[in-house]
């Protein structure tokens, strides 16, 4: 049982000393650690280390206190025994006088941080001011600043956090934003001109593009310009020489009709002489050919005469030899009737007389 419970002591030595090592390392920091300190984005508190406060705007917010450049953080700085029950504040003798400045009570020196209790309140100790270093953005980007806490003795507003040194040489609580609106006015109107100022210059650059261009598109039209006229000039030269060889062409080609006709003239009266001479050789004979014609024709026409006369004639003994035929069979005819009524006659005289015997015989 005692090895038991000595066990039992040693690891709970053991598990404090691992704990106290642990809390001393994570608590205890020297300035240029603190400055060094990344500010990472968040969206949780769970997002953030144990030495932060927690998230703040996206970001992991931290808060130590640093006095001879031994800082703590305020989430844990109760946890070692140097700083446990220990009052941050501190007031300056101005601010106190005024009654500007109250902080817990303190009964002595090592109540507070800074060392010094009088009447019962933290005063402010010029040989160990307590510096405070939290979250400051410069241009949205955040970073750890160190500087004095409120009521710590100043002689300008740099030596301040909040960038805000009274007249009574004592830094104010109240922040002073003056300086924040005027870097971050500054901060735009850098920004603001650099647009100005790139704007211009592309416009700038848009114009003397423009300019290039159009100078470039006017060299253009102007070789095209003298390229035209030359070839205008060039066509024209061409019309010219065209023109001067269609003119002398003309000139050998009426020189040579000219001679040419002389000559024809020559050619077309013999020719028209000889022509004479055979048109009228032709009309001689035409006329001959038209005699000749004449005379068929007249003999031609005599016989087509005589061939008429030939048909009618024969059309008339035709005709008289039909009309004789017709007087024979309309003899023969009326002799037939004749022959038919004499038997008829002597058929009726012998039934008469055949009739007239058989009454007699009855």
């Known amino acids: ?85 220990k009052i941050v504040g501190v007031c300056s003798q101005e601010a106190f006088n005024k009654k500007e400045c109250s902080t817990s009570k303190c009964k002595s020196n090592e109540d507070c941080i800074s060392n010094n209790c009088v009447n019962g309140t933290c005063m402010s100790n010029p040989s160990s001011p307590i510096i405070l270093c939290s979250n400051e953005y410069d241009q949205g980007s955040p970073y750890i600043k160190c500087n004095k806490i409120a009521y710590e003795k100043c002689n300008n507003n740099n030596e301040c956090f909040s960038e805000n040194c009274t007249k009574n040489k004592f830094c104010s609580k109240n922040y002073d934003y003056s300086k924040k609106d005027k870097a971050s006015a500054l901060f735009l ?4 001109v650099g647009l100005i100022i790139l704007i211009l210059i592309s416009l700038i650059i848009s114009k003397l593009l423009e300019c290039s261009s159009y100078k470039e598109e006017e060299e253009y039209m102007e070789e095209e310009y003298l390229e035209e006229e030359y070839m205008n000039e060039k066509v024209e030269k061409g019309k010219t020489n065209k023109e001067d060889k269609i003119i002398k062409q003309n000139d050998i080609i009426k020189k040579e009709k000219s001679n040419n ?15 004479v001479n055979e048109i009228n050789e032709i009309k001689v004979e035409i006329n ?30 035709k005709n008289n030899n039909t009309n004789e035929n017709e007087i024979d069979n309309n003899i023969t005819n009326e002799i037939e009737n004749n022959i038919t009524n004499e038997n008829e006659i002597e058929n009726n005289i012998t039934n008469e007389n055949k009739t007239g015997n058989e009454n007699e015989i009855k």
């Open 288 to 317: 001959e050919f038209e005699n000749n014609n004449t005379n068929e024709n007249k003999i031609k026409n005599n016989n087509t005469n005589e061939n008429e006369m030939k048909i009618n004639n024969e059309n008339e003994i």
């Open 1 to 85: 049982m005692l090895n038991i419970k000595l066990s039992l002591i040693f690891f709970l030595f053991f598990y404090t000393y691992l704990i106290k090592s642990q809390t001393t390392e994570n608590v205890k920091k020297s300035m240029t650690e603190v400055t060094s300190i990344y500010v990472s984005e968040c969206l949780k508190d769970k997002d953030c280390p144990s030495n932060s406060i927690g998230c703040l705007y996206n970001f992991c917010y931290y808060k130590f206190y640093c006095i001879d450049n031994n800082c703590i953080s305020s989430t844990v700085y109760d946890l070692n025994k140097n700083y446990t029950n």
């Open 261 to 275: 006709d002389n000559n024809d003239n020559d050619n077309d009266i013999e020719k028209n002489e000889t022509n």
């Open 189 to 192: 109107l850098k920004a603001v």
